[in-house]
């Protein structure tokens, strides 16, 4: 069955790094472009960053560009979102996130709590 395994969240505080990584299993993993999201309680899921399916394009959002790179290895089915220069407001559940290219078919990882706090 598919799945979309999160990790690498906690505490951390302002300024400090994080690297979330995800795992991919159950589909063809380099037919699918990937992304990470967040939300917050009583917040929409936003997207964070995302990468085509070849790692050729790259996509994010203006609060978050410069700090935080997004990065996929085809080969181990994973995408991962190094993040530097951490922000309170950066505090929210992470989702992994993978679009087939053909049909658009998304698939949701369960999330991982990143929390920036001193």
């Known amino acids: 069955q598919v799945q979309l395994v999160e990790s690498g969240g906690g505490l951390v505080q302002p300024g400090g790094s994080l690297r979330l990584s995800c795992a991919a299993s159950?589909?063809?993993?380099?037919?699918?472009?990937m992304s990470w999201y967040r939300q917050g309680p009583g917040k929409d899921r936003e997207l964070v960053a995302s990468?085509?399916?070849?790692?050729?394009?790259?996509n994010y959002a203006a609060s978050v560009k410069g700090r935080f790179t997004i990065s996929r290895d085809n080969a181990k089915s994973k995408v991962y979102l190094q993040m530097n220069s951490l922000k309170p407001e950066d505090t929210d559940v992470y989702y992994c996130?993978?679009?087939?290219?053909?049909?658009?078919?998304?698939?949701w990882g369960q999330g991982t709590q990143v929390t920036v706090s001193s």
């Open positions: 996130s993978a679009r087939n290219i053909y049909n658009n078919y998304r698939y």
């Open positions: 159950g589909f063809t993993f380099s037919t699918y472009a």
């Open positions: 990468m085509g399916n070849t790692g050729g394009i790259t």
